[in-house]
């Protein structure tokens, strides 16, 4: 086997149900989970003074794993990714969607030492290691089956957005034009107003704006009753696509992928398709349900 396939087998998830598959998946995890951890220890001033050297070594060793999954993943592309040309296959991978979860994982490490990077931008760059927890979507069913659904229900879910938009603005401008010129501090714009939108239509309430004329009032009430209905939307489409899912998933275990034939029966259809491929079994049961049907007449 050559070195390229014995990489794969390793990288590329439940390949061949590899032992050394399964280890690597399980490392990767536990790293990521450990490297979110470490982000938010180092938040709290106090314990970053007592470890903030273990945090900095840690994270340098994490971003030499990462860096290794990353140029073997790139070193395999041709088979993950295939196409045409080497180079094809790399590009594909590379601008794949967890080919750039994998770079940004690792590219706020580098990139002060490729370029000279204002503090502002370095600071937001590191806030994009937390993208490494999205590494865990390539090792967890679980997360594919959340994002499956979210692309298989896109269609909806877009229509479900745009309605909210819709009444947010539709709101907005209302509540501006009725309590802006009595409470001009609290709706100045339609910008803040529409921040006290949002509020309201997603049921959080802050309660540090609110109107106080009759008119914002009912506005207000008929925004808190759409929203109920508006939260409560999404969340339906989103469980009856993992109903659909389970179903598929049923339904696909009673199926046999070779022949297309039904497997794992319950013991009645087992015992009525048996029967019927037999003919003194048939006989039997016609016989039987010819004297029950005499019985039943006298």
Partial sequence: MRLKEKIYRVVNKGAHGSKYNLIFDYGIMLLIILNVVALA???VPGIKIKVGGFLRTFEVLSIIIFSIEYLMRLYVADLTHPS???VKSILKFVFSGYGLIDLVAILPFYLPFLIAVDMRFLRLFRLMRFFRLMKLNRYNSSLNLIWSVVKEKRSELAVTGFVSILILLISSFLMYDVESKIQP?????IFATFWWAIATL?????????PITAVGKVISSLIAILGIGIVALPTGIISAGF???IDMKEVSKDIC???GKEINQKPENRAQQNSNNNPQLVWEQKK???LERAEANH
């Fill in 288 to 290: 039987q349900l010819g």
């Fill in 41 to 43: 220890i180092g938040t």
């Fill in 243 to 245: 109903m659909n899912k």
């Fill in 257 to 259: 992928p070779h022949c």
């Fill in 84 to 86: 045409s040309s080497r």
């Fill in 185 to 189: 501090d609290k709706f100045p714009n």
């Fill in 202 to 210: 997603t049921t959080v309430g802050y309660g540090d704006v609110y």
